[in-house]
Structures are given as C-alpha cells and as structure tokens.
C-alpha cells in the first residue's frame, strides 16, 4: 500500500504527534489539487455555463431582433467567446505549475495567437450576409465581458497564499 506524506505512518498511533519533517508534512499527495488548480478549474466551469446561457438568450433575442440572420450571428458570437475564453482560462490553468515567465509566455503568445485567428475569421465572415453582424458584435461583446467578470470574481475569491511556511 503506497503511503502519502501527509498521511499519519502506519506504524505511529493517529493520537500520537506527528514527528515528521515540516517538509515532508507540507507535501501534498501526488494527484491532490492545488489551490490555483481549483480556481482555474472552477473559473473555467463558470465561464462554461454562462456562455451556455448567453447562447440561448443570444439565439432567442437574435431570433427576434433579426431573424434567421440573427440566431447566425448569435451562435458566432458565441463561438468566438467560448474560443477566446476557454481558451485564456484552459492555457492558464494548465501552465499554473511553470515558472512564472513560462505561464506569461504562453498566454500572451496564446493570445495573439487568438488575435490573429479572430482578425482573419472576421476577414473571411465579412464577405457573407448570412448573419447580422450587429448581433454577432453585441454578443462576441457581451461574451467577452462576461467571462472577464467571471475570471475576475474567481481570481479574487480564491484563497492562494503568497507565500508557504512551514
């Protein structure tokens, strides 16, 4: 059976103090989610659901305010929004273990990256009149926005410390 650093040694009664190292003490199991996982992890589940809601509402006033035309233009605003947040979200979230100057290298190459994928999707959606573009800019918008809030509420929320002691 494979013991875990932070549990008690089997052959030392749980009443008993522990009289480990700090160090080996402060070790999480291997697999045991850190704080800043949590965060991202839950920030990104959040910005899921509200772009989930935002797609509904968005294809429903689309729909109203345009027309088939409309519920296009909804659904594209939406897709850019799940891809630029996600996306900002999923990269950080999986880069919070490196180095700091590693973790900014990647988002910001990750988001010019994005940058440069939404400038030729619009290029490219600009020759086509099968959408509203006013719904498609309303709700990439609010799409935007939106996860910026959450992101935000979710990065002041979390408890992660600034230091570690022992």
Same mark, same amino acid.
């Given at each position: 059976?494979?013991?875990? %650093?932070?549990?008690?040694?089997?052959? /030392? +009664?749980?009443? /008993?103090?522990?009289?480990?190292?700090?160090?080996?003490?402060?070790?999480?199991?291997?697999?045991? +989610?850190?704080?800043?996982?949590?965060?991202?992890?839950?920030?990104?589940? /959040?910005?899921?659901?509200?772009?989930?809601?935002?797609?509904?509402?968005?294809?429903?006033?689309?729909a109203l305010v345009a027309g088939g035309p409309g519920v296009w233009g909804a659904?594209?605003?939406?897709?850019?929004?799940?891809?630029?947040?996600?996306?900002? $979200? *999923?990269?950080? *979230?999986?880069?919070?273990?490196? +180095? %700091?100057?590693?973790? !900014?290298?990647?988002?910001?190459?990750?988001?010019?990256g994005k940058m440069l994928v939404l400038f030729v999707a619009v290029a490219v959606?600009? /020759?086509?009149?099968?959408?509203?573009?006013?719904?498609?800019? *309303? $709700?990439?918008i609010a799409g935007a926005v939106g996860s910026a809030v959450i992101d935000l509420?979710?990065?002041?929320?979390?408890?992660? %410390?600034? !230091?570690?002691?022992?």
């Amino acid at each position: 059976m494979t013991e875990h %650093p932070t549990s008690v040694p089997a052959d /030392q +009664p749980a009443d /008993q103090p522990d009289d480990r190292s700090a160090e080996a003490r402060a070790e999480a199991p291997a697999g045991a +989610p850190d704080a800043a996982t949590e965060m991202f992890r839950g920030a990104l589940r /959040q910005v899921l659901v509200f772009l989930a809601l935002l797609a509904v509402v968005s294809v429903v006033v689309g729909a109203l305010v345009a027309g088939g035309p409309g519920v296009w233009g909804a659904v594209l605003g939406v897709a850019v929004a799940v891809v630029f947040s996600g996306t900002t $979200v *999923w990269s950080m *979230w999986r880069s919070s273990g490196m +180095p %700091p100057a590693t973790l !900014v290298s990647l988002v910001a190459f990750s988001w010019l990256g994005k940058m440069l994928v939404l400038f030729v999707a619009v290029a490219v959606l600009r /020759q086509f009149d099968f959408y509203s573009a006013p719904v498609f800019g *309303w $709700v990439a918008i609010a799409g935007a926005v939106g996860s910026a809030v959450i992101d935000l509420l979710a990065v002041r929320r979390a408890r992660i %410390p600034y !230091v570690q002691t022992d």
